[in-house]
């Protein structure tokens, strides 16, 4: 199936841990999202790498690292996880439009990493 | 200012009525604005995309999008009990993809 994949669905862990989320999209876009929505359901973006090059580094802690090795993954990984780290994870991808635009950058969505630190 | 902004819900409506969702937003050089549908529990899933001023039509849904008043809204027309979601409205800023969500809109349809 085409679709923009994530692992694992559901990640329990203790504070202080480290782990890691996975993202797959064959979906054949450029453009690669991290999203974070936490208990009041709003959704923000965190990273975004377009071929493989970080464009879009918003105000998150330096204990969350993206990687991207080719234009069809990115993985996030998340050091001395705290407990407000808890929140549903999204990956998402997109074709990148620049300033242009009229639809084809529309972001598809991964199924969620659901993470609670304990 | 937030970028996107959404009224408060949740919004109540009888099966078969109409169900209008606004949204606002500050960047008047915004060029493309999406509505996003999310079930409780699930990925938030495309509904529709608008980038020209005037009405876009897709089977039950239109968006409505005035860039003068830095406004988009969505109807859901003959509202249905499977139109019981959150509708997020997003907003590209930027030249880099970069979409900022309002906080959604929670719809429940009455049958």
């Known amino acids: 199936d085409t679709a923009v994949s994530q692992t694992p669905k559901y990640l329990v862990t203790q504070m202080g841990n480290d782990k890691s989320i996975k993202c797959e999209q064959n979906l054949g876009h450029d453009t690669m999202y991290w999203y974070k929505q936490d208990s009041k359901k709003f959704l923000k973006i965190m990273f975004s790498?377009?071929?493989?090059?970080?464009?879009i580094n918003e105000t998150v802690p330096n204990r969350f690292s993206p990687k991207s090795p080719d234009k069809a993954h990115l993985n996030l990984h998340i050091n001395s996880l705290e407990l407000g780290d808890s929140a549903v994870y999204f990956c998402?991808?997109?074709?990148?439009?620049?300033?242009?635009?009229?639809?084809?950058?529309?972001?598809?969505f991964g199924p969620g990493t659901r993470l609670l630190v304990l | 200012q937030k970028e996107v902004e959404q009224n408060s819900g949740p919004l109540s409506v009888p099966e078969g009525a109409i169900a209008s969702l606004n949204c606002t937003y500050s960047?008047?050089?915004?060029?493309?604005f999406f509505w996003y549908r999310q079930y409780s529990g699930k990925s938030p899933e495309l509904i529709m995309f608008?980038?020209?001023?005037g009405d876009k039509e897709d089977g039950r849904f239109t968006a409505q999008l005035n860039k003068a008043s830095q406004y988009v809204s969505l109807l859901i027309r003959d509202s249905q009990p499977s139109d019981s979601a959150t509708y997020l409205c997003a907003v590209r800023i930027g030249g880099n993809n970069r979409l900022a969500f309002g906080k959604g809109n929670q719809v429940v349809v009455i049958p």
């Open positions: 790498y377009n071929n493989k090059e970080l464009i």
């Open positions: 998402a991808s997109s074709h990148f439009a620049g300033t242009s635009g009229m639809g084809q950058e529309t972001q598809y």
């Open positions: 960047d008047r050089g915004s060029q493309s």
């Open positions: 608008i980038y020209s001023n």
